[in-house]
């Protein structure tokens, strides 16, 4: 099982523009999330999904969007770049014991 | 859910135990205790949980006291490679989401 994947692992945007982040899962799991770590802080939850064809706001879910079109995959979109979205971000799915596996992380710089 | 304190960093001697604390005072009877770590750059990794007995794993064990008002975490033998954010949360293992809300966490360094 590769676990939890993203694409891609790092990414450079100016202001204003948009893009998707792809997180992929193999362990057939129905729950999946996207956190944010800004520098020397802890993870904050964006949106999650309770399953295919279902998202629901986190914490900080403004400036964000989602889709969960197949079980595997959960995508984050950012429509129009800020510079305060510059982070590290996290997807993670939740396996029946409610324990959560987390990918490597996307570094994205908005300037 | 219980918010948690922990101690913002600490130090541990190679092959020495790594006993870190959380406090949770205001946790609730049917929360319970996860530990996950965070090794620089890396995404969190799963530790332990417990309730209210004591648990024991291939990483870790937890130890939370009979009020389950604080638990502390036990590396028996920290390597270099423990050196991480050591983030202890509480939250309710229920069907809506099961959001995790990571606080500070602890820095622990595993110095030689």
């Known amino acids: 099982n590769a676990g939890v994947t993203q694409t891609p692992k790092f990414r450079v945007l100016k202001t204003g523009q948009s893009m998707t982040l792809l997180c992929a899962q193999d362990?057939?799991?129905?729950?999946m999330y996207w956190y944010r770590q800004d520098p020397g802080m802890g993870l904050r939850l964006i949106h999650y999904?309770?399953?295919?064809?279902?998202?629901a706001k986190g914490e900080v879910p403004d400036g964000y969007n989602v889709s969960r079109l197949k079980k595997q995959n959960f995508l984050l979109g950012l429509e129009s770049a800020a510079p305060s979205q510059t982070s590290v971000y996290f997807c993670?799915?939740?396996?029946?014991?409610?324990?959560?596996?987390f990918g490597p992380g996307t570094r994205l710089t908005v300037t | 859910d219980a918010k948690t304190t922990q101690p913002t960093s600490m130090d541990c001697a190679e092959g020495r135990a790594a006993n870190l604390p959380c406090n949770h005072s205001?946790?609730?009877?049917?929360?319970?205790v996860y530990w996950y770590r965070q090794i620089h750059s890396q995404g969190p990794q799963y530790i332990i949980h417990?309730?209210?007995n004591n648990e024991t794993n291939e990483m870790a064990s937890l130890i939370i006291t009979e009020d389950r008002k604080s638990s502390t975490l036990i590396l028996p033998h920290a390597t270099l490679r423990d050196t991480a954010v050591y983030y202890c949360?509480?939250?309710?293992?229920?069907?809506?989401?099961?959001?995790?809300?990571f606080g500070g966490g602890t820095r622990l360094m595993v110095k030689p």
């Open positions: 417990g309730l209210k």
């Open positions: 949360i509480v939250f309710m293992n229920n069907n809506a989401g099961n959001m995790l809300t």
């Open positions: 993670a799915s939740r396996d029946p014991t409610y324990e959560q596996y």
């Open positions: 205001t946790i609730s009877g049917n929360e319970y």
């Open positions: 999904s309770v399953g295919e064809g279902t998202t």
């Open positions: 362990m057939n799991h129905e729950y």
